[in-house]
């Protein structure tokens, strides 16, 4: 049974998060920014290279297993992209700039399809170099226009969740938590932390 949990992010939003979600098990979580540690580079090519990056660069330092996530959003017109590059696609990590990037260069792909998908690993690492991945995902597409809302962040405005017409940044918390990629990839994780409980 896991006891102390530690969660690479220096993330203010994405800390209150998993402490909420871990509250019921009875672990002890301390994130990235309580315990000061450094960022960790994320050298990796593939979401779960740099989720693993930085939970088991953690785990080893502190002897405490570690929680990471790392997400992004694929445009199939893109092939992919920015995928693993979405933070640093955004000009000066200004979103409403990389958004109009994003939908400049779809316009000038030849490939027209709009498709697109959320992805997210969470990978929990133990100090022996043991370690679990969890994955969710999310298809729908780019709208042709950004679509603000109350809520959101990053790439939220342009990104419709297939079987809707409004976008990620017009939905309440809880309904985008409830079908998207980080709450997919959470939900496996928290059942995975039952089964350690039974
Ligand atoms: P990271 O997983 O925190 O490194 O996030 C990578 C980047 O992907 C973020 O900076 C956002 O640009 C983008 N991203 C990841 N998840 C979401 C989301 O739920 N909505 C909008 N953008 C996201």
Redesign the pocket.
Known sequence: MIKELLFA?H?AG?IAEIKQMLAPFGINVKSALDMDLPDVE?TGVT?AE?SLLKSQTIAKATGIPCIA?????CVDALNGA?GVY??R??PN?D?EK?MDKLLSEMAQSPNKSRAAH?S?VVSLAYPDGHYELFEGRVDGHIATKKMHGEE?????PL?VPEGYDCS?AQMSHEA?NSM???GRAMQKFLAYLKTLQD
């Open positions: 992010s993330n994405k994320e979401f740099n996530d790392d997400s992004g959003l920015p979405s933070a696609y955004a990590r979103f990389g959320f997210c959101g962040f990053g790439y939220d990104f990620f985008k998207s990629h980080r």
